[in-house]
């Protein structure tokens, strides 16, 4: 079983920066799909970065030109490199993986930004 762990949320204040952190228990090497989902209370957990095989990335507009997701193969890990960040973008921020049709998703970690 693939096991995804989440590190590197926190509180910060509006216009600081966080990178979240997701470990993988397995070669990510040939994942077809890494991403990045946010769900904020009282709304649907939704899409915000995602990497396809390779480097290919795509980002919700709403966080376009200030979070860059990356992977390292070597680590088995994938980053979320989070700037000005806006108090909007408080929420529990989960990882979620894809690998020969088996999807997975690591627990959560949670993003506060203060105003």
């Known amino acids: 079983q693939v096991q995804l762990v989440e590190s590197g949320g926190g509180l910060v204040q509006a216009g600081g920066s966080l990178r979240l952190s997701c470990a993988v228990s397995?070669?990510?090497?040939?994942?077809?799909?890494m991403g990045w989902y946010r769900q904020a209370p009282g709304k649907q957990r939704e899409l915000i970065a995602s990497i396809i095989i390779g480097t290919s990335t795509n980002y919700a507009d709403s966080v376009k030109g200030r979070f860059t997701i990356s992977r390292d193969n070597a680590k088995n890990t994938v980053y979320l490199q989070m700037n000005s960040l806006k108090p909007e973008d408080t929420a529990v921020y989960y990882c979620n993986s894809v690998d020969r049709g088996q999807v997975y998703w690591g627990q959560g970690t949670q993003v506060t930004v203060s105003s």
């Open positions: 397995a070669n990510i090497f040939s994942f077809s799909f």
